[in-house]
């Protein structure tokens, strides 16, 4: 049986990580490397890089940092953040990434997930979509969830898998940080209409919230977060066993 | 030294690395007489089988593989890698293989109930078959390792593990010297790097 997913996000800046970590044992809490290391020696199934770099010299930081990441953690890696051409899904990919993911780049130029697909491969891209409710709707944000398109997010996630997205990641909003859970209406609504992959983003504040998401919508197929996981709020491996005692599919012996 | 074969398709980084990772002296490589100096192979591979194979045969590889296979050389495909390794594939087609597996590669949509969805991504458990290969000398039975796939070895006498997914789908095979495994060990963590330091001890 094909594992419930786990996977902690890391913001890089600049090649370093941002948002203060603590973690006993661990020398450089801001290296990429050492943390993402941790993480995946703690049981993550995969690990994903959002580069936050607004200049070109920070990306070439950021590229560097990939390289060295993937030449030393060996569990697939998503790398997103300002990818808004070919030559930046070229770019990471060298660098040792397994997936890209696409957000506001793909808003402005939808033809780039098709295009990806077609390059790479569907199991290659990822779309990831800020949705919020505005009137009742479920609506894209773009720019970091600052920027809201007026586009309607079911139609616009439906039409990103037949393009060639081969994951989604759908980061509500309206729950991202409030730390009660995921937003499970908007992620049953999204999973009812894809058949890929969808990986459930904003919310989690505890363990519990994870076994309520994989049983309630067993449709979904992995849950993603970061200030809990880096802040250790809650711990990969604590997760792993509750998933298992509760008859969660889980990969625990890595 | 391992000559991992470079037919310009997908990306050899991580492949590359997990095997300096275990210590193992590897190079990539798209010339044919450094593959038939070497003393083992990996087929790396991702995308359609199709264009791969197009690109294995056109390059004269094909043939540098065959005869180094048949002449015992051990060898490893991995993914679209091991589905090269068998007689045929009907992925978008019907295309011959380097025939070094008995076998043909199917859509995992002919053998998986409907409401599974492909591709088969992600972690899952090998249930080993038969008795214990080599390969998997440093592994136990349900440790996970990392498919990404949507189609399969079919009718194939030569598998040594499966993975469940509504249906038990050929996770590896071995036949002699020639083995393969669907899943990608330079992304399964420590099992993975277990099963290439295993083939890197043949």
């Not at chain 1, 709707?137 to 990103?160: C, H, M, P, S, Y």
């Not at chain 1, 969808?198 to 309520?212: L, N």
């Not at chain 2, 390969?135 to 993975?163: M, N, Q, R």
Request: proline share 3%; aromatic share 8%.
């Amino acid at each position: 049986m094909i594992t419930k997913r786990i996977i902690p996000c890391l913001d890089v800046k600049a090649g370093r990580v941002v948002k203060g970590v603590n973690f006993e044992g661990l020398s450089d809490v801001s290296s990429p490397v050492e943390l993402g290391k941790y993480y995946s020696d703690n049981g993550a199934d995969e690990l994903v890089f959002y580069d936050i770099t607004a200049s070109s010299d920070g990306r070439r930081l950021f590229t560097d940092i990939l390289t060295e990441v993937a030449s030393k953690i060996f569990i697939p890696l998503t790398v997103g953040g300002g990818i808004n051409s070919l030559d930046d899904f070229d770019r990471v990919l060298k660098c040792g990434a397994d997936k890209v993911s696409v957000n506001s780049g793909a808003i402005k130029n939808p033809n780039l997930i098709e295009e990806a697909a077609k390059r790479y491969g569907d199991q290659c891209v990822v779309l990831s979509v800020d949705v919020k409710r505005v009137a009742g709707k479920f609506t894209v944000f773009a720019k970091g969830g600052r920027e809201n398109t007026g586009i309607d997010a079911l139609e616009w996630i439906k039409a990103g898998a037949e393009r060639g997205a081969g994951e989604i990641v759908l980061n509500s909003i309206d729950t991202d940080g409030v730390k009660r859970g995921f937003d499970l209406e908007m992620l049953r609504a999204v999973s009812e209409i894809v058949s890929v992959p969808v990986i459930a983003s904003g919310g989690a504040g505890k363990i519990d919230d994870f076994i309520t998401l994989f049983r309630e919508l067993p449709k979904v197929d992995a849950g993603l977060a970061a200030s809990i996981f880096h802040f250790g709020e809650v711990k990969i491996n604590e997760l792993k066993e509750a998933l298992y005692r509760n008859g969660i599919p889980t990969r625990r012996k890595i | 030294m391992i000559a991992i074969v470079d037919y310009g398709v997908g990306n050899l980084f991580s492949l590359a690395s997990s095997l300096s990772a275990i210590g193992a002296d590897a190079a990539v490589t798209g010339d044919s007489d450094v593959i038939r100096r070497a003393e083992k192979i990996i087929l790396p591979g991702v995308g359609a089988f199709g264009d791969a194979k197009e690109k294995l045969f056109s390059s004269g590889l094909a043939d540098a593989l065959k005869e180094e296979a048949r002449g015992g050389k051990p060898i490893l495909g991995i993914c679209l890698g091991m589905q090269l390794l068998f007689d045929k594939s009907y992925e978008y087609g019907e295309y011959e293989g380097l025939g070094l597996i008995e076998g043909e590669i199917r859509p995992i949509s002919d053998v998986i109930p409907k409401d599974l969805k492909i591709p088969h991504i992600g972690w899952n458990a090998l249930n080993f078959v038969g008795e214990k290969n080599e390969i998997f000398k440093y592994l136990s039975e349900g440790d996970f390792v990392y498919f990404v796939h949507s189609f399969y070895g079919a009718s194939c006498p030569d598998v040594i593990a499966t993975s469940e997914y509504g249906y038990p789908l050929t996770a590896a095979v071995a036949r002699g010297n020639v083995y393969g495994c669907q899943f990608h060990p330079e992304k399964s963590g420590e099992v993975g790097l277990k099963i290439l330091k295993a083939f890197a001890e043949l």
